[in-house]
């Protein structure tokens, strides 16, 4: 198998044209159809899991949740229409059933819902047969099917009652049928007829009644199988109770008016606690509440789809018609679907706050494409997606954090697309002209524009100094830089397809529907090589890193390798087409796009079997893919207008391994006016700032004024009030004296009449429990005697019954006997009967027969006379006819008549009514906003009065932190003689530092002496070796030369190429000019070096093991010290507040009564001392002390840590430096 896997990361996009294509499974997770998969969006967390479609899957048509919001149904099509229902409390979301059609021939089902308790399952299928079929899903059983249309009306939507597992409700056009499921069939409850109407979605409101939309933008309540109540979305409701003639009337009415304004259509109807919300046309949503009064709704929100700035048209964006609308489980998140694949939501909570205001959606995560994606590109500085698409669009994605960076519509279709290696710019092919544009902070502005029309394909080079653009079938080369047309490669005869760069950009390849593949010199701009096949059609190219393989695509149904012109290999895809191809940077694994969506991993080198992963990917062809330049991301697009990026990974789950780690750019463009614009406004938002400050310091400045005089006031009051009730509380307290004592007296009393009566009881007691003990033994003596008796009646009855069964059983063998003879004499006359009931039955079909031919000759006459009578009473007919035709059209004429009048009548006695209706809705409003305003009102005098309290304890507060700030600064001082004596040490600390790196930097000039002498050994061990080799290959040349020893001549000739082969003149200029003295020396140097440095190295181990011991005794001794100075702070702050408590305390007291405040004080004294148990007499000699104390640890810490530099000079640094106390 393949030796990458990829895993679907995360997808761009939505599928429309599935029914409830949004669904909701919590308040943070939204569930709706991307490609071919499930996606399974959480909101707060941005991050995405995939349910993956049914392969060879031909579509996706409709989805489901359960109302417990544990299963999804899933409608697809294979061979057969089939429903997949997924568990999603399951980490895998794994399959839980498969429901199919059974029997019954079903290509498709367009709506589906689960009964309330999740346990049943309906599914309506498509046309011609309109079956509805109820399943009990976990057992994959069909229990009822019913045919819910005889006429070809389609039906729209199928729904369980939310209170009822039994009634269904059924819409479409012209229909709308509740069904109730009873004695195991679907049995139709009597509804009326809606021949006109075209009912498009429903909801259930009650057990009862039913809200149904249309196509002409009518509301319409159903209640009971009668039409209850009807409005149009745009009007005001047409209010009042309606039976079915009022109704068909109504109808008849608004006929002219409809046809002559189209109504938006009522798309969707999702029911709430409060009421329905419903899309009333494009880019629409209301919601409606319940009113006063029992029957009837009230519209009380309009929300709209905003308009887009970055398109062409901002109001097209408001043009979306609403295709799906869910409320989230508790109520407070609206998410819709629109038809342009887009996702929008509103929070519920904002809307009851801001009511009155006109309310927009906001995208549930960001904008995608509507149409067909055409271009995709990546760069190498940027981790950026830039595609383009035929909604006129080019977006600009981000795949590490999955978000839309940038996005802009243009007035043509753009047809390719192009990044430049650095990112910054972007290249785009349209029908008229190719556009270089910059990728600013905000926006992708225009910079130069080509003249090659029809650019249905662009690369720009792996340099990025030139770009590749197609027309046609002409390559145009263009320079970044210059912008000059440097080259036109002209040679194929059909339209190129797809073209891709060589790693050096010395070559171009192309390929197109001519089935030429070519392969171009850049610089000369000549055709190297080609392969031509005119059977195929090519469509997608790729190149091997080396850039000796060409992998090619198109129409045959194969991947093909090529080499050197000639095709090297050939694999088989089974029946597909491939669309696309691309090879990963390290060249292990091909990847393949497939014209049904798929996406094919491949291994390479090719194997001609079957040897590829299939994923599941999109809903229709794929049209291109790329793979990041870190081999990490392989990105795919289609024509269903879906991104996915998906993960490469190994079959362990690792990711894969960078030869190279990509550090990504984050340099952006920006104009000099963009960026003066937001300088000045800065500019000015800061001086605004700055007067506003001045402005709030004023107005604080003047109520702190008015404050203190009311604050004076107040602590007047508040002393006299303290007076009265300490006077209070003494008369209370001598009155609890005096009604303790009388409480203790009652007790003493009830506490000895308890006794006496506990007596009393206990004596009563054992006399019954005397009595009671002797009755039990008399019974029991009774109870062992009837025992005795019933164990001897027992054994009398069973002997008698063993003889009465013998007796029984001899009878009934006897009887036995006699009825078998019987039954033989019986089966005997039985066959004689069957012998003459034969016989007479032969009899009687014959005698049958020649009566039936009697009876056909008698018939046969009395026909043709009563042919002629018919045709002579159709002559008679025909002239009625035509007399009651013309009687008929006078009085349809005069009924038209009548009917236009009434319908007149009618239309304006309902304006009438709406009329009166809205005024005392208004009435009713202006007394409700009257009583808000009162409550606001008490609201605010109430909020005054708190903020005068408030404002009040802020003074007492604020005069307390003056004195503490007294009591503090002595103490601040101190601590900054701490700070400076530990910035001292800190310096100390940083000089030790410098020499450890002055250390450092002498061991690594050491270390880089050592290499160049490992260099030196290592060339001349080669020499050595290079030298040896020599000797070998001289000794056997000299070997062959003994062998012509008794041959003179010979031998001279053989020394003479022994001479010219080894010997050079360069060796014997080496070899003369050799000293043996310089050798030793060298020699010599050498050894001396290593023995330094050995002991160097030596030496450097002793040090940094005594150097790291000393360092982490000093930092335990600095954190010790850190831990000594906080628990002294904390000390100090414990003294500050106990001294402040005893000054308030003797303040208040000092003016009533000086005797309270001395018992206070020794009241107080033991509390503060809980911690200490000493008595503190005088806080201010204490405080001094603990002050002179600190100061003598300091100094002996500081005497430590000079004895400890003197003693080690060079110690290493410490990792990091201690925190500054003011921290602390």
């Known amino acids: 198998m393949a030796a990458l896997v990829a895993q679907c990361h995360h997808v761009f996009g939505l599928r429309t044209g599935v029914a409830n294509n949004v669904c909701c499974v919590d308040e943070q997770t939204v569930i709706f159809p991307s490609g071919n998969n499930c996606v399974r969006y959480n909101i707060d967390q941005k991050c995405q899991r995939f349910i993956p479609g049914l392969e060879k899957s031909q579509g996706m048509y409709a989805l489901a949740i359960s109302p417990n919001k544990r299963y999804l149904a899933v409608s697809e099509r294979g061979e057969r229409a089939m429903i997949t229902v997924y568990d999603l409390q399951h980490e895998q979301c794994r399959k839980r059933k498969v429901l199919t059609g059974g029997d019954l021939a079903v290509f498709e089902f367009v709506s589906m819902c689960f009964s309330p308790d999740s346990k049943y399952f309906i599914a309506q299928s498509g046309g011609p047969d309109w079956m509805l079929l109820y399943w009990m899903w976990e057992r994959q059983k069909v229990i009822t099917t019913v045919k819910t249309t005889i006429v070809p009306n389609p039906i729209s939507q199928v729904s369980f009652s939310p209170y009822d597992n039994t009634q269904i409700c059924v819409t479409g056009y012209g229909v709308l049928k509740v069904f109730r499921f009873m004695e195991g069939i679907l049995k139709q409850t009597a509804f009326q007829k809606l021949d006109t109407q075209n009912i498009l979605c429903h909801a259930w409101v009650s057990e009862e009644r039913i809200i149904a939309g249309t196509e002409k933008g009518r509301l319409m309540v159903f209640e009971s199988g009668d039409l209850h109540w009807d409005m149009s979305v745009v009007s005001k409701a047409s209010q009042g109770p309606a039976d079915n003639k009022s109704g068909c009337s109504r109808s008849a009415s608004l006929k002219k008016k409809e046809i002559q304004t189209e109504m938006p259509r009522v798309t969707v109807i999702t029911a709430y606690s409060k009421g329905f919300a419903c899309a009333a046309g494009p880019g629409k949503v209301l919601l409606y509440e319940k009113t006063e009064e029992k029957d009837h709704y009230r519209k009380t929100r309009e929300i709209r789809i905003p308009q887009d700035p970055c398109r062409s048209d901002p109001g097209r964006a408001e043009q979306q018609q609403i295709m799906s609308l869910v409320i989230t489980p508790t109520e407070e998140t609206v998410v819709t679907s629109t038809d342009f694949n887009q996702l929008y939501s509103f929070t519920l909570s904002t809307a009851e706050m801001s009511k009155g205001e006109l309310a927009h959606f906001e995208h549930l995560s960001h904008s995608f494409h509507s149409g067909s994606i055409t271009g995709l590109s990546v760069c190498i500085r940027k981790p950026i997606i830039a595609t383009c698409s035929l909604d006129q669009s080019v977006r600009i994605w981000n795949f590490e954090t999955n978000i839309l960076e940038l996005y802009k519509e243009f007035q043509e279709e753009a047809f390719c697309i192009a990044l430049h290696p650095s990112g910054l710019y972007v290249l785009v092919g349209f029908s008229s002209k190719l556009c270089l544009m910059n990728l600013l902070i905000d926006d992708i502005r225009l910079f130069k524009e080509f003249t090659v029309r029809g650019c249905r394909e662009c690369a720009f080079s792996n340099g990025g100094h030139i770009f590749a653009a197609v ?96 095709i090297l290999r050939e694999v088989s895809s089974e029946d597909v087409t491939y669309t696309s191809v691309v090879m990963s940077r390290s060249g292990r694994t091909l990847f393949t796009g497939t014209s049904i969506g798929t996406v094919r991993v491949i291994r390479y ?116 009030q303290m007076e009265s009730l300490n006077t209070k509380i003494q008369i209370l307290k001598t009155e609890k004296g005096q009604l303790e004592a009388k409480h203790q007296e009652v007790m003493t009393d009830s506490q000895k009449k308890h006794s006496k009566e506990v007596q009393d009881l206990e004596s009563t007691s054992s006399k019954k429990l005397l009595l009671e003990y002797e009755k039990y033994k008399e019974l029991q003596g009774k109870s062992q005697i009837m025992q005795a008796n019933y164990k001897l009646q027992l054994q009398t009855m069973v002997q008698e019954k063993e003889a009465a069964l013998q007796g029984l059983t001899l009878y009934y063998e006897g009887t036995m006997k006699e009825k078998e003879l019987l039954l033989e004499q019986c089966q005997e006359e039985a066959r004689m009967q069957l012998r003459e009931f034969e016989e007479s039955k032969r009899q009687m079909e014959e005698d049958s027969d020649h009566e039936i031919q009697d009876l056909r000759l008698r018939y046969e006459r009395l026909l043709t006379e009563e042919r002629e009578t018919n045709l002579k009473m159709k002559g008679d007919t025909g002239i009625i006819k035509k007399k009651f035709s ?160 008794q041959e003179p001549q010979r031998l001279k000739l053989a020394i003479k190429d022994l001479h010219e082969r080894y010997i050079h003149k360069s060796d014997m200029m080496d070899i003369a000019g050799l000293d043996n003295a310089i050798q030793m020396e060298y020699a010599r140097h050498q050894e001396h070096l290593e023995r330094s440095l050995a002991s160097m190295k030596q030496k450097l181990a002793r040090t940094s093991m005594g150097h790291s011991t000393e360092n982490v005794k000093i930092m335990q001794e600095n954190v010790t010290l850190i831990t000594e100075i906080n628990n002294l702070r904390g000390e100090l702050r414990l003294l500050r507040s106990q001294v402040h408590n005893y000054e308030t305390q003797l303040r208040l007291n000092n003016k009533g009564q000086k005797q309270q405040a001395a018992e206070a004080k020794d009241n107080l004294a033991p509390r503060s001392s809980i911690h200490d148990v000493v008595h503190r007499l005088n806080l201010h000699d204490e405080k001094e002390m603990v002050i002179q104390l600190q100061k003598v640890e300091i100094r002996q810490l500081r005497q430590e840590i000079r004895d400890m530099s003197v003693k080690h000079p060079h110690r290493p640094p410490s990792s990091p430096k201690l925190p500054s106390l003011a921290h602390l």
């Open 471 to 566: 027309s046609g079938n002409i390559i145009h080369i263009f320079s970044t830089t210059t912008f000059e047309n440097i080259l036109n490669l002209k040679g194929h005869n059909a339209k190129v397809l797809s073209i891709i760069w060589s790693g050096d950009d010395s070559r171009l390849v192309s390929c197109g529907m001519d089935g030429a593949v070519y392969e171009w010199n850049t610089l000369t701009g000549k055709r190297e090589s080609e392969s031509v096949l005119k059977s195929c059609s090519y469509t997608g190219i790729s190149l091997s890193p080396d850039n000796k393989s060409i992998f090619v695509v198109g129409t045959d149904y194969t991947l093909k390798e090529i080499q050197d012109c000639q």
């Open 605 to 720: 080198p090719l194997s001609l079997q079957r040897e590829w992963i299939e994923y599941q990917a999109h809903a229709s062809a794929v049209t291109k893919m790329v793979i990041t330049f870190d081999d990490q991301y392989l990105l795919s697009v289609s024509k269903d207008g879906c991104l996915i990026t998906w993960k490469l990974i190994d079959k362990e789950g690792r990711g894969l391994k960078r030869d190279k780690e990509l550090c990504y750019a984050e340099e952006i463009l920006i104009t000099k006016t963009d960026l003066e614009e937001k300088n000045q406004i800065m500019l000015e938002l800061r001086t605004r700032m700055e007067e506003l400050k001045m402005e709030n310091d004023y107005q604080l400045r003047l109520k702190d004024m008015n404050y203190n005089d009311k604050m004076k006031d107040l602590t007047e009051t508040f002393n006299h």
């Open 886 to 1045: 013309s009687l008929q059209k006078e009085i349809d004429d005069k009924n038209m008549q009548f009917e236009r009048m009434k319908g007149e009548q009618n239309r304006l006695q309902a304006v009438i009514k709406s009329m009166e209706k809205d005024t005392q809705t208004l009435k009713k409003e202006i007394l409700e906003r009257d009583e808000t305003i009162q409550d606001k009102e008490r609201r605010m005098y109430d909020l005054k009065k708190k903020n005068q309290e408030l404002e009040k304890f802020k003074f007492v507060l604020d005069y307390k932190i003056k004195e503490l700030r007294k009591q503090i600064e002595p103490r601040e001082d101190d601590i900054k003689e701490m700070r400076d004596q530990i910035q001292e040490m800190e310096k100390e600390l940083d000089s030790f530092h410098t020499q450890d790196i002055k250390q450092q930097l002498n061991i690594s000039k050491l270390s880089v002496k050592l290499a160049a002498t490992e260099n030196e050994l290592h060339k001349e061990i080669q020499r050595v070796l290079d030298g040896q080799a020599l000797m070998k290959r001289f000794k056997t040349d000299l070997h062959n030369c003994v062998a012509f020893i």
